[in-house]
């Protein structure tokens, strides 16, 4: 298996740009500490006291007066300040400089992809429209001629596999193209005028922002766009059915966390697992599934294509209030009343609706989030607070992940580990090959045998959820629909 690289967490750049700031704070203060031992010698040499014992032993003054400017000298207290001084403003520069650089290079590449986007939707629009035209009556009666509609299909896939490859080789199509979202939408609107006005109506009834600024506003204007015919959940809700509850397995490590058939792995369920605690209390984790259709209509099962974009919007879902209303039956079953603790882990839109849940802050308390840990999933946008401490796992050929068309934030509380598949997959891979449960719990057995860091750090501030520990767990899986 290829090797992971991992960024973020307690010896993340974030981290040691922090650590070197403070260390810049330390030395400022150090400065004016010895500016006052400076200042204390001056008067020291000044005072008349000492000038007056210099009558009576004019050598021994001279000699005192000597050693006491050179303890203010350039190579005294006073020089000393001055080179702390220097060394503090050098690394609140430097570190300032980087990060401002490192701003404007993230600004840079988003406006890049905004004028491409935009570039796009002007070129492509009167296009589009002109073929829509002159195709959409022949569609027809090609799709009656069963030969002819096994050929349109097989020209679909084939097209299909070859933009899955497209996407292996270069991955940094997908998160450019995801970024450049918001200028799509604008650009369509210029190059058809109607559509832009249409989008810019739907929009404002909707609440929605046109033209769109950011990739989360461009979303919210799709939205709008198909409000009442897809991707639009409004006036349902989800089911929770409660299955036996089982006793369970202790997870062990990541791989069990990850894992299809992991202990924790409700498979196409929401489970709940129950671990108790050397403090008589309760710890759970809640694994939440993934994706399990792409029909783009508001059907019965909700981890479907209309989830997927909401989430990412950043709109609140019914598989959301379906986990909370999940976990809180679980805690009324065994009488659990102590402060919550929860990990939520899931992979791909289940990391999402995991790391969904952690950023909102009323659902976050109430269900006492401290843990999540994601695998394959678009998350770098979601505004997880740094109290909760995330693990995210990703491959770098994943077009899953990039969807967010942003790099997951560096910081102590968030770990990223990153695996590319590149070697593994081959020539003839593709990338959604890249996105298979099965390659990430491979990732995370990497994940478990590591001893970079971060991860360590990250491991240890999870034991409550991991290893041995008194008593059985609790596991019980829910069934959720949409009605």
Avoid: K
Avoid at 378 to 397: F, G, K, M, N, W
Avoid at 410 to 431: C, F, I, K, N, P
């Amino acid at each position: 298996m290829s090797a992971i690289e991992v960024s973020g967490g307690a010896a993340g750049l974030s981290v040691g740009l922090d650590e070197l700031e403070e260390s810049a704070r330390r030395l400022r203060s150090l400065a004016l500490d010895l500016g006052e031992v400076a200042a204390s010698i001056g008067l020291a040499a000044t005072d008349p006291r000492l000038a007056l014992a210099g009558l009576l032993a004019p050598v021994e003054y001279l000699a005192a007066e000597g050693a006491l400017l050179g303890c203010i000298g350039p190579h005294g207290a006073a020089g000393a300040a001055a080179d702390v001084t220097a060394t503090a403003l050098a690394t609140t520069t430097a570190v300032r400089t980087y990060r401002g650089a490192e701003e404007a290079v993230e600004s840079l590449a988003d406006g890049i992809a905004t004028q491409a986007g935009a570039w796009v939707g002007r070129t492509i629009a009167p296009v589009a429209l002109g073929v829509g035209l002159a195709v959409a009556p022949v569609v027809p009666l090609v799709l009656a001629v069963p030969g002819a509609r096994d050929a349109v299909v097989g020209v679909g896939l084939g097209l299909g596999e070859g933009i899955d490859q497209i996407v292996l080789d270069h991955p940094w199509i997908v998160p450019a193209a995801a970024d450049g979202l918001d200028g799509l939408l604008l650009g369509l609107g210029q190059g058809l005028p109607v559509l832009g006005l249409w989008l810019a109506w739907r929009s404002g009834r909707a609440g929605a922002v046109y033209p769109p600024r950011t990739q989360t506003e461009a979303l919210g204007v799709v939205l709008a766009a198909t409000r009442g015919v897809v991707l639009d959940e409004s006036g349902r809700h989800a089911t929770v059915r409660a299955r036996e509850p089982q006793v369970g397995v202790r997870p062990r490590g990541i791989a069990d966390l990850v894992a299809g058939d992991g202990p924790t792995s409700g498979r196409s369920r929401v489970r709940v697992t129950g671990i108790p605690q050397p403090d008589g209390g309760w710890a759970w984790v809640v694994d939440v599934p993934g994706t399990q259709t792409f029909d783009p209509r508001s059907g019965d099962n909700p981890w479907d294509m209309t989830s997927n974009v909401l989430l990412v919007a950043g709109r609140q879902t019914a598989t959301m209030t379906a986990v909370v209303s999940a976990l809180e039956d679980s805690r009324r079953r065994v009488g659990d009343t102590g402060p919550p603790r929860v990990m939520l882990t899931g992979h791909s839109q289940g990391g999402l609706v995991a790391a969904a849940l952690a950023a909102d802050p009323r659902l976050r308390d109430r269900l006492g989030v401290t843990h999540v840990v994601t695998s394959g999933a678009p998350i770098a946008s979601l505004d997880v607070p740094p109290e909760v401490s995330v693990l995210s796992i990703e491959h770098t050929e994943d077009p899953v992940p990039a969807l967010e068309g942003a790099d997951n934030p560096d910081r102590a509380s968030w770990v990223t580990v990153e695996r590319s598949l590149a070697d593994e997959l081959g020539e003839d891979g593709r990338a959604t090959q890249a996105h298979d449960n099965g390659r990430y719990a491979e990732a995370a057995q990497l994940v478990d045998a590591s001893d970079d860091p971060s991860i360590t750090a990250w491991r240890a501030d999870a034991v409550p959820y991991l290893g041995d520990g008194p008593g059985a767990t609790v596991t019980t899986d829910y069934d959720v629909a949409r009605r």
